[in-house]
């Protein structure tokens, strides 16, 4: 069965450190990759998203990510974070063109000012 | 533009009651529908998912159903609630599968005591 794996489940880091927030996926074949943000209180939303091309993908805020096919990873990263990026991030699944999302546990992450 | 609503936002039930949560997207025609549980620390979890009215996928063997009585509307139910039905429920909609992005409600806390 497919699965996502997200290794750090809370995260705490002052403004202006760099992030990089882990997600590896189980499944061999074609997938389509996702990061979802959950700011406080509001709706969860599409941070950036992988389908093909360029496995460096640039998404909202500030936020990028890096396919990496052999290590079957998708890993989340920011330069420098600032306070209102506290959020839980998650990593999703979309493997074989299907209509299902397999999501990750989340992070949460929290920037002190 | 396209919105997604749900309602009720939070509901307390007791143990062997019925329940009906409820989800309608404004702005769109065949959307595919989305019902997801919120765990802490265990991410989003699929329950059931719809391509069309009438048309149910279940993912997860368990106490809820779900119904589609119209193109957007999306019903999740249950006879006789249990303790651990009690988490954070969201739908989604989207307009495919594969990469394209699924966009979220704002959930339904069920507390069941």
């Known amino acids: 069965a497919q699965s996502v794996s997200q290794h750090n489940h809370h995260v705490i880091l002052s403004e202006a450190a760099s992030l990089e927030l882990g997600c590896n996926y189980s499944y061999g074949g074609t997938v389509n990759l996702f990061w979802y943000v959950q700011y406080p209180g509001q709706h969860l939303q599409l941070l950036l998203k992988y389908f093909s091309g360029d496995p460096l993908v640039k998404g909202i805020k500030g936020f990028e990510a890096e396919f990496i096919k052999s290590k079957f990873s998708f890993n989340l990263r920011k330069p420098s974070v600032q306070w209102s990026d506290t959020a839980e991030y998650f990593c999703a699944v979309n493997a074989g063109s299907s209509y299902k999302l397999i999501f990750g546990s989340g992070t949460r992450l929290l920037v002190r000012p | 533009s396209q919105t997604i609503h749900q309602w009720p936002a939070t509901l307390v039930q007791p143990v062997g009651s019925p329940l009906s949560l409820e989800c309608t997207v404004e702005g769109t025609s065949n959307p595919n529908l989305y019902w997801y549980r919120q765990a802490a620390g265990r991410g989003l979890q699929l329950l059931f998912y719809?391509?069309?009215?009438?048309?149910i996928s279940s993912e997860v063997p368990q106490n809820l159903s779900a119904s589609r009585p119209q193109d957007r509307q999306f019903i999740l139910s249950s006879k006789k609630l249990l303790l651990s039905d009690s988490g954070f429920y969201l739908c989604?909609?989207?307009?495919?599968?594969?990469?394209?992005?699924?966009?979220f409600g704002p959930g339904t806390r069920l507390t069941v005591l």
């Open positions: 989604a909609w989207n307009l495919g599968r594969g990469a394209h992005e699924q966009f």
């Open positions: 719809s391509v069309g009215i009438g048309q």
